[in-house]
């Protein structure tokens, strides 16, 4: 008994560890600090420091306080005294295990053979973008999104097996990382515990218009106050690059994938369901998953009128849960339908993993990456920025505007440093404030060419801003204060 034990946890332990690398490979390996870090990380940091970022605090705290994913992971860094970079890969790995623990669940829950939630696992290796939603089923570093997403699944799991408690308290767990992700999940799971628990109706309602009462308060008088106002039209022009919060504007391709997703997800169910395989649990999973369309559909009527708060949600993402379960079934579709045994699902697995390996090869090596990259990389912007931190705590850095795409990482996360702009999360924050998404506008204004930037352009801002630093490869009549390679630190005052 022991030895089969023994071995069931080896092949368990292979398995995570294989789905993690494969999950790795094909974001294009893990990156500390990259894409939303440059958001999360700082609002890590200004917990655990509160002298750092005084002139860039109110942007930072505009969506940080929103969520509890800066507390809870500050708490964390406090207990465990482990470096961010560290704690970040830590927590990157625990999501991608509970998401491969749930997803395993969940399989193990639907299908006949073990070498279908096999093939499961390795489809969902397969990163890709949910269309014109601003997010991907995968990211090559942690993000709140994706633990919440994590524990939604799991929550999905614990329904399907009747285990109620542990459903709501993972939900509730996505809550406090990731609020709009776990909104859809506790619609999706509170519609399908309507439907599979007709004695509990009437508590299930009575909880719900609970959580809708709070939810009034919080946007009228509470916190969330003036998030039901439309957005004007000089806040909306500050977001005319978010394409992905107006799904109104959506291209037809976008439809297409999005909807082409409900439709593959209502036909597979549908074949599932007459093979006689649906029992009422998975019936109510799959009637939750629909019940989000309607949250969609009101989302979109919001949206015509401006609402902020139907644009800040970004229903769009309700897409990524359609994607999630329509993967569950697609796979059962090819590894059992009409034939519930092993007999196609291993060689199901085994194309799968000669796709996803191939397809991690071709993105790190078109990519130019290493597989785990888990602090800020030792380039010329790593030296520049890890010497920044060295600076006075209240300085302020000019740098490019698109400085974390052409570097992998802002200011704030690898120098610790406010920064005049960045463009990029800079304008993407600016959605859940307008005095922010304003300052944002009217900054990248004061700096329309970065490129041609000279040294009486550079002090000019410095003096109109209070700039203390700039970071550029140009060679300028200014005092030279560090530099690395092509990159030069020139003192502004």
Known sequence: ?????????????????GFIALATFNSGGYRYGASDQAFYQPAVRVRLDPEL???????????????FADECVAAVARVTNLPLPLLFLALYLVTLSLLAGGAWSIGRRMYVSTWTSVALLATLTLRHAIARSGTNTLEGYFHPRQLAFAFGVLALAGFLRARAWPAALLVVAAGCVHPTTALWFAVWITVAAVFVNRSSRLAIGAAAA?????????????????????MDAEWLATLDTKDYLFPLA?????WVFNLGTVVLLAGAYLLRRRSGLVDDRERAVVLGCFSLTMIFI???????????????????????????????????????????????????????????????????SDRDRRAFQID??????????????????????????????????????????????EGVKDAAIGMYDRPVALRTMERLRALPNFSGLDAD?????????????????????????????????????
């Open 1 to 17: 008994m022991t030895r089969t034990r023994g071995a069931a946890f080896l092949s368990a332990a292979c398995l995570l560890a």
């Open 53 to 67: 970022f005084p002139r860039d605090r109110s942007l930072i705290t505009s969506q940080a306080k929103l969520t």
């Open 210 to 230: 609970g959580a809708i009462a709070v939810a009034l308060w919080a946007l009228t008088i509470g916190p969330l106050a003036g998030r039901l106002q439309p």
């Open 250 to 254: 959506w291209p037809a391709y976008a």
């Open 298 to 364: 009101a989302a979109l009527w919001l949206q015509s009128k401006d609402i902020a708060l139907a644009i800040q949600l970004q229903p769009a993402r309700t897409f990524w849960m359609f994607d999630f379960l329509a993967t569950t079934y697609v796979v059962w579709v090819f590894a059992e339908a009409g034939d519930p045994s092993a007999r196609r699902a291993i060689p199901l697995v085994a194309a799968l993993l000669v796709f996803s390996v191939g397809r991690s090869f071709y993105v790190l």
């Open 376 to 421: 800020v990389a030792d380039d010329d912007w790593g030296r520049v920025m890890r010497w920044m931190r060295n600076t006075p705590k209240e300085s302020d850095v000019l740098a490019d505007p698109m400085h974390a795409v052409v570097y992998g990482t802002s200011v704030r996360v690898a120098g610790e440093r406010d920064v005049f702009v």
């Open 457 to 493: 352009s550079a002090r000019k801002l410095a003096s109109r801003y209070q700039l203390d630093y700039l970071v550029t490869p140009a060679k300028l009549d200014l005092p030279l204060a560090f530099e690395s390679g092509e990159l030069r630190v020139y003192r502004l005052r």
